[in-house]
Nanobody, 124 residues
Framework: VQLQASGGGEVQAGGSLRLSCLASGSIIAVSDMGWSRQAPGKQRELVASISRSGRTNYADSVEGRFTISRDNAKNAVHLQMNDLKPDDTAVYYC???????????????????WGQGTQVTVSS
């Protein structure tokens, strides 16, 4: 199982970016998905999360500016980021709680997976 994130880049303050993340592999079911970020010298923080049923949760710092969504059929999660600020500059990681099939030994297992991270840079 792997998570592949895309959509990062550089934008001026006030601009927008859309991040996407696709989970692939021997997936049986995906429950909670989300996005976290880590800025230089700061602790990693949860930005937004979404349950399989669509219930969302946001960090206070992004509430009203960011929107998380998902496509259960594609095992994908997206983060629409509007009105970006320099403080949003960070590496963004997608996360997913996944029930998957292991091949050796043959069994089902659940794990919280992380993507490789995508850089978002907001200039003032």
């Amino acid at each position: 199982v792997q998570l592949q994130a895309s959509g990062g880049g550089e934008v001026q303050a006030g601009g927008s970016l859309r991040l996407s993340c696709l989970a692939s592999g021997s997936i049986i079911a995906v429950s909670d998905m989300g996005w976290s970020r880590q800025a230089p010298g700061k602790q990693r923080e949860l930005v937004a999360s979404i349950s399989r049923s669509g219930r969302t949760n946001y960090a206070d710092s992004v509430e009203g500016r960011f929107t998380i969504s998902r496509d259960n059929a594609k095992n994908a999660v997206h983060l629409q980021m509007n009105d970006l600020k320099p403080d949003d500059t960070a590496v963004y990681y997608c996360t997913a709680d996944i029930l998957y099939q292991r091949s050796a030994p043959l069994s089902n297992s659940r794990k919280n997976f992380w993507g490789q991270g995508t850089q978002v840079t907001v200039s003032s």
